[in-house]
């Protein structure tokens, strides 16, 4: 089994930072994209940005310039740097990874429980 748990989330102003980390553990056999998304109430799941193994980097449109992500290959982890966080950036941040488990070593999404990110004065 595999597991990602996401921490990090919380209550920041707008024009504020906040950083999300997110960690798989369990039966991994090889880790390859990791990532971001998000989900507002009333909205569609989209794309906040995600990162390969040799560290190509897509973002989305909304947070390109203000988001940086990163990852520790020999940690498994992926971490998510949000600045000058707008009320519009509010979500629910899910991390998700493409993971082969050492009993199939047949990659599939993994997805975290997801942490609140909430922008308020």
């Known amino acids: 089994q595999v597991h990602l748990v996401e921490s990090g989330g919380g209550l920041v102003q707008p024009g504020g930072s906040l950083i999300l980390s997110c960690a798989a553990s369990?039966?991994?056999?090889?880790?390859?994209?990791m990532g971001w998304y998000r989900q507002a109430p009333g909205k569609e799941r989209e794309l906040v940005a995600d990162?390969?193994?040799?560290?190509?980097?897509k973002y989305g449109d909304s947070v390109k310039g203000r988001f940086t992500t990163s990852r520790d290959n020999a940690k498994n982890t992926v971490n998510l740097e949000m600045n000058s966080l707008k009320p519009e950036d509010a979500a629910f941040y899910y991390c998700?990874?493409?993971?082969?488990?050492?009993?199939?070593?047949?990659?599939?999404?993994?997805w975290g429980q997801g942490t609140q990110v909430t922008i308020s004065s």
């Open positions: 369990g039966s991994i056999f090889s880790i390859d994209v």
């Open positions: 990162i390969s193994t040799v560290g190509l980097i």
């Open positions: 998700y990874a493409e993971v082969a488990d050492i009993a199939t070593m047949r990659f599939r999404n993994y």
